[in-house]
T-cell receptor
């Protein structure tokens, strides 16, 4: 049912590299989100968007940035990766609603920075 | 955002019903009660949601207390594939309200 895709699934990269995590959805959802999750810990919202050209920071401060140039695409970028950025990054989308809208999640990108 | 309280972990036997409790004493009148689950190494998956009345779908049932200060997710017959972290989340009706996850309940299912 969920048509939201994240690539890559796993990424191992050296310190200082610039990386972009891709997230795309084919459901035409206006709302998209990025969550960060460390092993065994809760998900933290780091970015969200309510539509094209709309981006907001989430509840957890992050050095990453996002863009929303197209409805279906919500990439996350780290300009200079550090070991502290090692984590799982989960993308989600939802249709508009008044609290009853469902979120659809991608499978996540597991990032390891050496 | 109103908070929820869930047990850290629960155990169940396969093919038996499971009742996962959630307390949300500060829920507001427009907050929906959502349940998601996260299987190992996967993104969260929607399970069910409700506002005031009990809800049923193919995955589970949601029983909501009359005063809405608590709810229970019911898995009618647990399978090994139901082993996951279950999150109970309140989501307000405002257009800008976001889904904020807590620590959830880790459900172990024994064969």
């Amino acid at each position: 049912e969920a048509d939201i895709y994240q690539t890559p699934r796993y990424l191992v990269i050296g310190t200082g590299k610039k990386i972009t995590l891709e997230c795309s959805q084919t459901m035409g959802h206006d709302k998209m989100y990025w969550y960060q999750q460390d092993p065994g810990m809760e998900l933290h919202l780091i970015h969200y968007s309510y539509g094209v050209n709309s981006t907001e920071k989430g509840d957890l401060s992050s050095e990453s940035t996002v863009s929303r140039i197209r409805t279906e695409h919500f990439p996350l970028t780290l300009e200079s990766a550090r070991p502290s950025h090692t984590s799982q990054y989960l993308c989600a989308s939802s249709a508009p609603g008044q609290g009853n809208e469902k979120l659809f999640f991608g499978s996540g990108t597991q990032l390891s920075v050496l | 955002d109103a908070k929820t309280t869930q047990p850290n972990s629960m155990e169940s036997n396969e093919e038996e019903p499971v009742h996962l409790p959630c307390n949300h004493s500060t829920i507001s009148g427009t907050d929906y009660i959502h349940w998601y689950r996260q299987l190992p190494s996967q993104g969260p998956e929607y399970v069910i949601h409700g506002l005031t009345s009990n809800v049923n779908n193919r995955m589970a049932s949601l029983a909501i207390a009359e005063d809405r200060k608590s709810s229970t997710l019911i898995l009618h017959r647990a399978t090994l594939r139901d082993a996951a972290v279950y999150y109970c989340i309140l989501k307000g009706g405002g257009a800008t309200n976001k889904l904020i996850f807590g620590t959830g309940t880790l459900l172990a299912v024994q064969p």
